[in-house]
């Protein structure tokens, strides 16, 4: 009876066998055929494929070997680089793919040692080499756009775990033998780094391959990188790029050390002539801080020579690549070398060397160009058109900001007329789900910062006159107040939420005294943000801010705070948080500002909080006719003791001069009807009218020495900045005119009088 069931088995897989190899060979006939169909001919394909490799190899051992030779024959005789441009065809064939490589027996053939890799194990091993070849292909072309496509993915953790495993396990550090260079990794090895290479470049893929410990491991590879063969390291810096690409992975690089490493890799890659010096760059960029990069100001510019070249050559194919990138990768790091260093956006449209040479006008209309190229990236599907159509609106925000670009911008009505139909259309909801970078803002909110800096949103009227120059007005505000109590806003950047709660909820316990516009509360919709936004600002009496990196680096805090401070000329008191120093548009804004700093975000110091409180107290005082005397019972252990007025307003004439007060605005309205800086009110700090009368005859008599004194005590206090020499001599002839006005009041006065009290609050210097 063994014998009989034996020869029957055998039988059942010879006709299985021979079923399948007839089925192989009809697909090969096709291959001949006139006006074949490439698409149909692969899907038969991989089908069949599927059915064979799904059969242990005892059982189909001829089949292994047929398919293998017909996979090799069909992929020269199709055009399997278009086929795959179908996006449906690319995510079957990746899944497929990647079932049959996750089955038991490839993976234990995976875990075997490479000396028990023999025949007929040789079998096995050739297809987990095409296997993987096919997949690398496939996979960061599958559009993976559906919740089960991703969920399918996450399902496959163990799987990606179990290859990057395999790949550490044949590094060099793992080597029975000691290795010095040209270590060569197996064809299974290097084909799995180009798997992940080109998973990684799928960007909403890298949390899952974090998951699978990639970010540590490829940090180690490139650490080895020299001991091996240049075929063997090629994807490294390549992984490394594309899991930098996404904020979680360029944190989880940062935390083992990768910026340290790439450096040392760009010093052994040096002699190369492709790509890899300038993926190291990029990845540095997207790595590294504003003031990292600045570190190395000949290296940065080398590095935006080549990202704005590789646009411009990009730009001109029509599958919009150059070099093996597409031309969205320069354009993300381009967005986050822009987003708060002038300079950079300086070099990149009138200094950077490229071939042709550009300038200002010629790089300016290459990125609207690109504009006008992926307008209709969002009726369609796919996600890299989108994904360059975002940071296209992130660059050209950018550049908006600048006054000097801003107007080459403006002249082009068809650009303005696009950007318009952005925020006309409800094109939001169009856009697929996907990844976006922390230094990215999404379009129609970009769109609207576009035409905020542009002054043709709607809080502005404006005209063009013949030269192209802006000239424009603010529309007033028509909104009511719904309250009689003054109105202060706070604005903050969402990564800083928690902190926000608790300072929403301190100042929530003064509602008696003033109200709170925050975004949470007024903002409904995402379609009337910006105008929600600036209409809170313009009904604020002071406005809070929470200052921090994330803010620093956030297109839309970096819209508000210039809104603010500006265009309504509000009253501003920073909040910075931590160990964060301004710098840059915010850094030559802020200098002047009175301000408080919390460094421990969960627990925040009650004095500090107080502190705040007082000065936005202060800072009400003098606009608003209200008596703040004591903060809350749960502070006043912690109350400073605060002189505010009960009646003092903010006027446009100045008071007779024996009528100012020590308390009062009357010094600070002195120097803004004279036009002079509030830098320098803040500089001399006068604390009354007498002090700036004894002052003035000593100004009067040595101008020229009194003005070299301060001009070093300017740059101590505003972080080496120079005064401005006109500045200082309207500040002299105003005081001039105000002791020839008032010589009697200072032969009257008493020189007894009191300081008032100071106010706590820091000043930044």
Same mark, same amino acid.
């Given at each position: 009876?063994?014998?009989?069931?034996?020869?029957?088995?055998?039988?059942?897989?010879?006709?299985?066998?021979?079923?399948?190899?007839?089925?192989?060979?009809?697909?090969?006939?096709?291959?001949?055929?006139?006006?074949?169909? *490439?698409?149909?001919?692969?899907?038969?394909?991989?089908?069949?494929?599927?059915?064979? &490799?799904?059969?242990?190899?005892?059982?189909?051992?001829?089949?292994?070997?047929?398919?293998?030779?017909?996979?090799?024959?069909?992929?020269?005789?199709?055009?399997?680089?278009?086929?795959?441009? *179908?996006?449906?065809?690319?995510?079957?064939?990746?899944?497929?793919?990647?079932?049959?490589?996750?089955?038991?027996?490839?993976?234990?053939?995976?875990?075997?040692?490479?000396?028990?890799?023999?025949?007929?194990?040789?079998?096995?091993?050739?297809?987990?080499?095409?296997?993987?070849?096919?997949?690398?292909?496939?996979?960061?072309?599958?559009?993976?756009?559906?919740?089960?496509?991703?969920?399918?993915?996450?399902? !496959?953790?163990?799987?990606?775990?179990?290859?990057?495993?395999?790949?550490?396990?044949?590094?060099?550090?793992?080597?029975?033998?000691?290795?010095?260079? *040209?270590?060569?990794?197996?064809?299974?090895?290097?084909?799995?780094?180009?798997?992940?290479?080109?998973?990684?470049?799928?960007?909403?893929?890298?949390?899952?391959?974090?998951?699978?410990?990639?970010?540590?491991?490829?940090?180690?590879?490139?650490?080895?990188?020299?001991?091996?063969?240049?075929?063997?390291?090629?994807?490294?810096?390549?992984?490394?790029?594309?899991?930098?690409?996404?904020?979680?992975?360029?944190?989880? &690089?940062?935390?083992?050390?990768?910026?340290?490493?790439?450096?040392?890799?760009?010093?052994?890659?040096?002699?190369?002539?492709?790509?890899?010096?300038?993926?190291?760059?990029?990845?540095?960029?997207?790595?590294?801080?504003?003031?990292?990069?600045?570190?190395?100001?000949?290296?940065?510019?080398?590095?935006?020579?080549?990202?704005?070249?590789?646009?411009?050559?990009?730009?001109?194919?029509?599958? !919009?690549?150059?070099?093996?990138?597409?031309?969205?990768?320069?354009?993300?790091?381009?967005?986050?070398?822009?987003?708060?260093?002038?300079?950079?956006?300086?070099?990149?449209?009138?200094?950077?060397?490229?071939?042709?040479?550009?300038?200002?006008?010629?790089?300016?209309?290459?990125?609207?160009?690109?504009?006008?190229?992926?307008?209709?990236?969002?009726?369609?599907?796919?996600?890299?058109?989108?994904?360059?159509?975002?940071?296209?609106?992130?660059? &050209?925000?950018?550049?908006?900001?600048?006054?000097?670009?801003?107007?080459?911008?403006?002249?082009?009505?068809?650009?303005?007329?696009?950007?318009?139909?952005?925020?006309?259309?409800?094109?939001?909801?169009?856009?697929?789900?996907?990844?976006?970078?922390?230094?990215?803002?999404?379009?129609?909110?970009?769109?609207?910062?576009?035409?905020?800096? &542009?002054?043709?949103?709607?809080?502005?009227?404006?005209?063009?006159?013949?030269?192209?120059?802006?000239?424009?007005?603010?529309?007033?505000?028509?909104?009511?107040?719904?309250?009689?109590?003054?109105?202060?806003?706070?604005?903050?950047?969402?990564?800083?939420?928690?902190?926000?709660?608790?300072?929403?909820?301190?100042?929530?316990?003064?509602?008696?005294?003033?109200?709170?516009?925050?975004?949470?509360?007024?903002?409904?919709?995402?379609?009337?943000?910006?105008?929600?936004?600036?209409?809170?600002?313009?009904?604020?009496?002071?406005?809070?801010?929470?200052?921090?990196?994330?803010?620093?680096?956030?297109?839309?805090?970096?819209?508000?705070?210039?809104?603010?401070?500006?265009?309504?000329?509000?009253?501003?008191?920073?909040?910075?948080?931590?160990?964060?120093?301004?710098?840059?548009?915010?850094?030559?804004?802020?200098?002047?500002?009175?301000?408080?700093?919390?460094?421990?975000?969960?627990?925040?110091?009650?004095?500090?909080?107080?502190?705040?409180?007082?000065?936005?107290?202060?800072?009400?005082?003098?606009?608003?006719?209200?008596?703040?005397?004591?903060?809350?019972?749960?502070?006043?252990?912690?109350?400073?003791?605060?002189?505010?007025?009960?009646?003092?307003?903010?006027?446009?004439?100045?008071?007779?001069?024996?009528?100012?007060?020590?308390?009062?605005?009357?010094?600070?309205?002195?120097?803004?009807?004279?036009?002079?800086?509030?830098?320098?009110?803040?500089?001399?700090?006068?604390?009354?009218?007498?002090?700036?009368?004894?002052?003035?005859?000593?100004?009067?008599?040595?101008?020229?020495?009194?003005?070299?004194?301060?001009?070093?005590?300017?740059?101590?206090?505003?972080?080496?900045?120079?005064?401005?020499?006109?500045?200082?001599?309207?500040?002299?002839?105003?005081?001039?005119?105000?002791?020839?006005?008032?010589?009697?009041?200072?032969?009257?006065?008493?020189?007894?009088?009191?300081?008032?009290?100071?106010?706590?609050?820091?000043?930044?210097?």
């Amino acid at each position: 009876m063994e014998n009989i069931t034996e020869m029957i088995s055998n039988n059942n897989k010879s006709s299985l066998c021979q079923q399948l190899l007839t089925r192989l060979e009809q697909l090969k006939t096709q291959l001949t055929t006139p006006n074949k169909d *490439d698409k149909q001919i692969w899907l038969q394909f991989l089908s069949l494929w599927r059915e064979i &490799l799904q059969n242990p190899l005892s059982n189909v051992q001829s089949c292994y070997v047929a398919s293998a030779q017909l996979l090799t024959e069909l992929l020269a005789a199709i055009n399997f680089d278009s086929i795959i441009k *179908d996006e449906s065809i690319a995510c079957e064939t990746t899944f497929t793919c990647m079932a049959l490589l996750n089955q038991l027996y490839f993976k234990n053939y995976v875990l075997r040692k490479t000396e028990q890799k023999m025949l007929p194990r040789k079998r096995i091993h050739d297809h987990i080499y095409l296997l993987l070849v096919v997949m690398a292909q496939t996979i960061f072309i599958a559009s993976l756009a559906t919740i089960d496509d991703r969920q399918c993915i996450e399902n !496959y953790i163990d799987f990606f775990t179990l290859l990057i495993d395999h790949v550490d396990q044949s590094m060099p550090e793992f080597s029975q033998k000691v290795v010095h260079k *040209d270590y060569g990794l197996d064809d299974i090895n290097e084909s799995i780094l180009i798997l992940l290479w080109n998973a990684a470049d799928q960007t909403g893929l890298v949390p899952t391959l974090l998951k699978c410990g990639l970010a540590k491991r490829v940090v180690t590879w490139l650490a080895q990188s020299t001991k091996l063969t240049e075929k063997s390291r090629r994807p490294l810096i390549s992984i490394v790029h594309n899991i930098a690409r996404h904020d979680d992975g360029a944190d989880e &690089l940062n935390n083992y050390g990768a910026i340290d490493i790439i450096k040392q890799y760009q010093k052994t890659e040096s002699g190369t002539t492709d790509s890899r010096i300038l993926i190291a760059s990029m990845a540095l960029a997207l790595l590294s801080t504003p003031e990292q990069l600045k570190s190395d100001k000949k290296g940065m510019n080398v590095v935006l020579n080549h990202l704005l070249q590789l646009v411009m050559n990009a730009a001109k194919n029509d599958r !919009y690549r150059c070099d093996g990138f597409h031309v969205s990768e320069p354009l993300a790091v381009l967005v986050k070398m822009f987003v708060v260093d002038e300079p950079t956006l300086d070099y990149v449209l009138c200094h950077a060397e490229t071939e042709p040479s550009s300038d200002m006008f010629s790089t300016i209309q290459l990125f609207v160009s690109l504009l006008f190229d992926f307008s209709q990236a969002l009726k369609g599907t796919n996600r890299l058109e989108q994904f360059t159509l975002i940071a296209i609106f992130n660059i &050209l925000w950018s550049i908006s900001f600048q006054p000097n670009y801003a107007p080459e911008l403006i002249k082009n009505q068809k650009l303005i007329e696009t950007i318009k139909n952005f925020i006309d259309e409800n094109y939001e909801e169009k856009i697929l789900e996907q990844y976006k970078p922390r230094s990215m803002e999404g379009i129609k909110e970009a769109a609207h910062g576009i035409l905020h800096n &542009l002054k043709i949103d709607n809080q502005s009227k404006t005209t063009i006159d013949k030269s192209g120059n802006v000239l424009d007005g603010l529309v007033p505000n028509t909104l009511n107040n719904i309250s009689s109590k003054p109105c202060i806003m706070i604005s903050y950047c969402h990564d800083n939420n928690t902190f926000c709660d608790q300072i929403l909820s301190f100042l929530s316990e003064r509602n008696d005294v003033f109200d709170i516009w925050i975004d949470r509360t007024y903002c409904q919709s995402a379609s009337d943000l910006w105008e929600s936004i600036a209409d809170g600002m313009e009904r604020s009496c002071v406005i809070v801010c929470l200052v921090s990196r994330q803010y620093f680096e956030s297109k839309s805090c970096r819209k508000e705070f210039i809104y603010a401070a500006d265009t309504l000329k509000k009253t501003i008191v920073p909040v910075l948080l931590e160990n964060f120093k301004p710098r840059g548009w915010l850094g030559i804004r802020i200098p002047d500002m009175k301000y408080i700093r919390f460094r421990d975000l969960i627990q925040p110091e009650q004095t500090k909080v107080v502190e705040l409180m007082n000065a936005i107290l202060l800072s009400l005082s003098v606009s608003t006719p209200v008596v703040h005397e004591n903060l809350p019972s749960s502070s006043q252990q912690h109350t400073i003791t605060l002189s505010v007025p009960a009646t003092t307003k903010e006027t446009s004439t100045l008071r007779p001069f024996n009528q100012w007060t020590s308390s009062g605005n009357d010094i600070t309205a002195w120097f803004a009807h004279h036009r002079i800086s509030r830098r320098l009110c803040d500089l001399f700090e006068f604390q009354t009218g007498k002090e700036m009368l004894d002052y003035a005859e000593l100004l009067i008599k040595d101008r020229e020495n009194q003005m070299n004194i301060y001009a070093k005590i300017f740059a101590e206090k505003y972080n080496g900045s120079v005064m401005p020499p006109h500045e200082f001599y309207r500040f002299s002839a105003a005081m001039k005119e105000l002791l020839n006005d008032n010589r009697s009041s200072l032969s009257s006065a008493n020189k007894n009088s009191p300081m008032p009290t100071k106010s706590s609050t820091c000043i930044i210097l």
